[in-house]
């Protein structure tokens, strides 16, 4: 699959994932995060299977388990699963858009640390990427800019998804397939 389809696909899950989770924290049903992130996570990871299945990928299946990447996969996992906790907690508010501008603060520490960790090029396109995404995501809920405590959960997760994403940077870029990995990662967050 080409990568600009596959990002396009994931950006449109984890917009459905991140509507029908606040749907669910916020019903009257009372459903907890964790159970949220479950049913969450175990659908997109079934939606996996197939992929997985039906390409050349089932034969690299076992490729996390390499020792040299099992450690990396273990600490993303734990870094993963707590921050998970604290983004599920910053959408149990009124106004889920100043969550999101705070959860978006993972772009920040990912591409600070790609760029000291990973030597990425600091280029002024990239500084000017990132600052437009976050200045359309502040201008489209400036109106509704009122905090709340779990709001502040929000940053905390953001922080904590970078470092997971640099993490599952370092893991990707030396020697598994990105879809195995998601899938393994999807997998083991249920």
């Known amino acids: 699959m080409n990568w600009f389809y596959f990002s396009l696909l994931s950006i449109f899950a984890l917009a459905a994932a991140e509507l029908t989770q606040q749907h669910l924290l916020n019903s009257k049903t009372n459903i907890e995060e964790r159970?949220?992130?479950?049913?969450?996570?175990?659908?997109?990871?079934?939606?996996?299977?197939?992929i997985i299945i039906f390409s050349d990928l089932r034969h690299s299946i076992f490729a996390v388990f390499d020792p040299s990447i099992f450690p990396f996969l273990l600490l993303g996992n734990f870094i993963g699963s707590i921050a998970m906790i604290y983004y599920l907690r910053s959408f149990k508010v009124k106004n889920i858009s100043i969550s999101t501008i705070f959860i978006a603060f993972s772009v920040?520490?990912?591409?600070?640390?790609?760029?000291?960790?990973?030597?990425?090029?600091?280029?002024?396109?990239?500084?000017?990427?990132?600052?437009?995404?976050l200045l359309a995501i502040v201008s489209l809920n400036i109106s509704n800019f009122q905090l709340e405590k779990n709001?502040?959960?929000?940053?905390?997760?953001g922080t904590m998804f970078g470092i997971t994403y640099s993490i599952d940077k370092y893991i990707i870029t030396d020697s598994i397939q990105p879809i195995i990995y998601i899938f393994c990662q999807l997998s083991t967050q249920v």
């Open 35 to 50: 159970t949220s992130a479950v049913l969450t996570f175990l659908v997109q990871s079934i939606f996996t299977i197939p």
């Open 108 to 133: 920040v520490v990912s591409t600070t640390l790609g760029i000291i960790f990973f030597s990425e090029s600091l280029y002024l396109y990239k500084l000017l990427g990132i600052a437009l995404v």
């Open 151 to 157: 709001h502040f959960y929000g940053l905390i997760a």
